[in-house]
């Protein structure tokens, strides 16, 4: 920074003389200051764990900061400050920083670059080893956690459970099989991890807001509809909380390369392109809370958000962006095999588990298209089997041209799964060709992107259609609306539900596109829904 700048950093904290030996913050705090070094020293440290000593990271001298995504997250710390060389810093509190990511965009900016970085820094280095998840790759609930992390982006390690380090970690720290998955931090361990516990313990569930009282916007689902109202809502002064049962970025994060959104030519990934969002999110000042799944909808009263645990969320109005769930096929076998062989997103993490082997992938849309080309290209042959004759019929033209181009890639129309066999694991499927001529082959991976089930089932006196998504403004009957509009005076707002002040974007509202650019938009747009709304009712 500059000497400029840094006067403008330091003005918005509290100078502090401190002291070799001093800890500004550690394992244990709920959150810390932004801590800008005048003259003084300071090292991060992994603190040591049960199998590595305490490890220095790096010093941050005279004219630095200290800080990392966490100050935006609400992670809670997992690292040491410590002072090597006395002197002067200064301490900007969570409520000045917050303040200042409003007020100072260049400062803002730089800051952001920088936890960014050093997010990415932190996951290549010592830092991972505070959270080190031991499992099984072909189990169900080690999948489960790996996904949250990777989609929280937690600086850990995954060790396998029948390798010779993860068998280590488990004599160390005096695990069994049955404690699996299980995840290990300095200072506690969790057996049978879930997600939830996970971000209890890391201070990433739902929190509430500070002082209480109701927000101006919950947006349920953090897909890139969900991502995008967030932003909108808290870049325009909404209170905004985003809530999602996995992780940020809904089915868009499991896609490898999204090549037709506006501005990426080269394309992005789902995960990078979710990633970006939910910092803008954060930059703004949104909550995000994940994993925090809704049961219900409380609308007697007034709108209230209702968690599984039983918090409910008051709130002035409300997003619904929980977008649609791929289904399954009613095959025997399938809930046995869901994750150690059948997967409903081709990411890092499922590819590794395939090993390079033949994989199939179900399904005749954009989705489907993008993972067969993944894992093509990560060593895997691919067998594409799609119900309709014709995959041109479901899908972009340019990944029809890639898949018929690839020499990994098989399609066969007219075909569809009726057999799983295997082991512990899914080895081989049976497939009918639309002559019904039947053929085995093996399989290491299964990947099912088939049609779309709305995650409405939470859901309480909204109007839905026959297939239980959404419906909202001109596609609401008169029999939907009833005397509560009557009394309003006034008809639904684009994207309001038949519930006053909640709204429905993305998948998950009758009519939509099914497009990443097409969700991104309605998010945006029902944020203006929502002012209005907020004002008419106030």
Known sequence: MSAAQLARLRSYGTPQTVEAGEVLYGPGDATYDLVVAEDATVEIVQPATRDAPKESLVQFGPGSFLGELNLLTG???YLIARVVEGGRVHRIAPERFRRLMAEDPELSDILLEAFRARREILTQSGASRGIELVGSAMDSASLALRTYAARRRLPHLWFEADSVAGQSLMRTASLTSADLPTALMPDRVLTRATPGELAETLGLSYRGIDGGGAVDLTVVGAGPAGLAAAVYGASEGLTTVLLDAVGPGGQAATSSRIENY???????????????????????????????????LDIDEHLHAVLADGTAIATRALIIASGARYRSLSLERWDEFAGAGIYYAATELE???????????VGGGNGAGQAALFLASCGCDVTVAIRRPEIDSGMSRYLVDR?????????????????????????????????????????????????????????????????GFVRTDVELTTDELGETWSALGRRPLPFETSVPGVFAVGDVRHGSMKRVAAAVGEGASAVRSVHTAIGVRA
């Open 262 to 296: 506006l501005g990426f030519p080269s394309g992005i990934s789902g995960a990078e392109l979710a990633e970006r969002a939910e910092t803008q999110a954060l930059k703004f000042g949104a909550r995000l809370s994940t994993p925090c799944e809704i049961v219900a």
């Open 351 to 361: 590819a590794r588990s395939c090993a390079d082997g033949p994989v199939t992938v």
């Open 75 to 77: 992670q809670a710390v």
């Open 403 to 467: 898949l018929l181009a690839s020499p990994k890639i098989t399609v066969r129309g007219g075909t569809e799964v009726t057999r799983l066999d295997g082991g512990h694991a899914l080895e081989s499927i049976s497939l009918v060709g639309p002559a019904g001529e039947l053929h085995e082959q093996a399989c290491h991976g299964l990947f099912c992107f088939i049609g779309a089930e709305p995650a409405t089932g939470w859901l309480t006196g909204v109007a839905l259609d026959e297939h």
